[in-house]
């Protein structure tokens, strides 16, 4: 079994918050895969099932109901009642370090002052696990971060957020079955923006179609 673990904060104040991405995706995966309704468990809310992995692929979903500052307690109770070792984890995130729409997976590392990933570390004992970093880009001055973390998404952001949820949500098996580099194409693929039509000119190397 694989454990999903969305980062974000409870409560209808924080849900559509950037720091709230990670609840986001596993919505997303909830309803893309049709897995069952959420219910309270290990500190946190949980749903389980199959994703059409190869052989398929058994994860278990969970959002802590914790603050962000302690989604380690959740996290570390779901994986002892389990038995899931880190290396089974799979954490989504925000990240600041990344541009907007922007997916990167990673093992192991630090936390870069991210206190959701900070209270794992502590709870587990272990920086085996993977991350899945989802761009939210930076303020550019550190005093407006936390404004910025804690500020809801713009209206604006729908045009990247809404794909990059689909798209994460429909890769999701690979990642489930080990494939990360697979995960970070497909979502590549399906963010990708349409190439731009030229409208002033035929082709290069094409002649202009001829009067009749």
């Known amino acids: 079994m694989r454990l999903l673990v969305g980062l974000g904060n409870p409560g209808e104040?924080?849900?559509r918050q950037r720091h709230n991405i990670?609840?986001?995706?596993?919505d997303?995966?909830?309803?893309?895969?049709?897995?069952?309704?959420?219910?309270?468990?290990?500190?946190g809310m949980v749903t389980e099932g199959m994703l059409p992995a190869v052989g398929g692929a058994r994860v278990l979903l969970l959002e802590p109901a914790t603050f962000m500052n302690l989604s380690g307690r959740a996290v570390a109770e779901a994986a002892r009642f389990h038995k899931i070792a880190p290396a089974d984890l799979i954490v989504f995130h925000d990240e600041l370090?990344?541009?907007?729409g922007k997916v990167?997976?990673?093992?192991?590392?630090?936390?870069?002052?991210?206190?959701?990933?900070?209270s794992i570390d502590a709870s587990l004992g272990s920086r085996e696990f993977r991350r899945v970093r989802m761009g939210i880009g930076h303020p550019g001055d550190k005093e407006r971060v936390t404004g910025h973390v804690l500020g809801d998404f713009a209206k604006a952001d729908?045009?990247?957020?809404?794909?990059?949820?689909?798209?994460v949500a429909e890769a999701v098996p690979l990642l489930a079955a080990g494939d990360d580099a697979g995960f970070m194409n497909r979502v590549a693929l399906r963010t990708r923006p349409p190439r731009e039509e030229i409208e002033?000119?035929?082709p290069?190397?094409?002649?202009?179609p001829r009067a009749e």
């Not at 729908?158 to 798209?167: H, I, M, N, T, V």
């Open 13 to 15: 104040r924080h849900a």
């Open 22 to 26: 990670g609840f986001m995706a596993l």
């Open 28 to 43: 997303a995966i909830v309803r893309r895969h049709g897995l069952p309704a959420w219910r309270r468990k290990f500190q």
């Open 97 to 100: 370090d990344l541009a907007p």
């Open 104 to 118: 990167r997976v990673k093992l192991g590392g630090g936390t870069a002052g991210h206190n959701g990933l900070r």
């Open 158 to 167: 729908r045009e990247w957020l809404e794909p990059l949820l689909d798209a």
């Open 200 to 202: 002033d000119g035929p």
């Open 204 to 208: 290069r190397g094409r002649a202009a």
